[in-house]
């Protein structure tokens, strides 16, 4: 034979011998790193999850604060006005009544909101279709709004009891209403707040999410902070408006103590239709 044609022959083989191992080393790798991403993956998701929680219950707990305090004498008013039967004049001093008190359970329960809300959303996120991302956002407010009403329905008691007068500190408020109602009067009127918060909360942020997504794909970039802003009170305003006479019925149910005026949601609508006419449903 040839001595170049062995020799040929010889460097093939060993090229060949070459490339083989060396595909087969890539393919190890290739492996190697398919099962060390999964092991990471399955390392991350925790850490994900409570790095998450963490950063949505210091988010939710700072802008709960902010606007509690920003927003809190138009809240005043509107309480009054709600509460306000017939004719009624509103009383437009001490707008910042039980402000502190509002305050000191507006950042749990704001916290809590957001640490439900966020990591449920993402979850439901990954689970649902792309198509059906609204109802994981509507499912995920609702989840946050139950979660944070344990602590919000008491803190929502106390501060329209105080916006209407009746105490004038949140820790008399909580030592008279135990007092008087025993430990469930913190928690008057919790069948209408979860009737008007759950979907206010639901709604809301769905129609919030939804914005966002719609607008991003329109102008193809992340959105700035004032946009969020905006979006943010557009979806507030519009859910506000439509469960304007749910929030009515929870502020007479809420306010009314041991007078009891009302025996329930039902009663409340019924005796609010017969006495001051549908409008009084309408109080912003």
Request: with cysteine.
């Amino acid at each position: 034979m040839d001595p170049h044609t062995v020799s040929s022959n010889i460097s093939t083989s060993q090229k060949i011998s070459t490339d083989g191992f060396r595909y087969k080393k890539c393919d190890a790798q290739k492996e190697e790193n398919r099962l060390l991403g999964s092991v990471r993956i399955g390392d991350e998701n925790p850490f994900d999850f409570f790095r998450v929680f963490y950063e949505s219950v210091i988010a939710g707990a700072t802008a709960g604060f902010v606007v509690e305090a920003a927003l809190y004498p138009f809240d005043t008013i509107k309480t009054r006005l709600q509460a306000t039967r017939g004719g009624g004049k509103i009383i437009l001093r001490g707008l910042y009544s039980g402000l502190g008190g509002n305050l000191a359970g507006v950042l749990p329960a704001s916290a809590i909101f957001l640490g439900v809300y966020e990591p449920a959303k993402q979850k439901l996120l990954k689970a649902f279709p792309e198509n059906l991302s609204a109802f994981a956002h509507l499912t995920a407010g609702a989840l946050g709004g139950a979660a944070s009403s344990l602590v919000r329905v008491p803190t929502e008691v106390v501060k329209q009891r105080m916006q209407t007068g009746q105490f004038s500190s949140a820790p008399a408020a909580v030592r008279l209403i135990v007092a008087k109602e025993g430990f469930k009067g913190l928690y008057a009127g919790y069948g209408s707040f979860l009737l008007r918060d759950l979907p206010f909360d639901a709604i809301q942020f769905c129609i919030y999410e939804q914005l966002r997504i719609g607008y991003k794909r329109a102008a193809r970039r992340d959105l700035n902070d004032p946009e969020n802003a905006i979006l943010g009170a557009f979806a507030g305003a519009i859910t506000g408006a439509v469960t304007t006479p749910l929030d009515v019925i929870k502020t007479r149910l809420m306010i009314q103590g041991s007078a009891k005026q009302y025996k329930g949601i039902l009663d409340c609508v019924r005796t609010i239709m017969k006495e001051e006419g549908s409008q009084a449903l309408l109080k912003v």
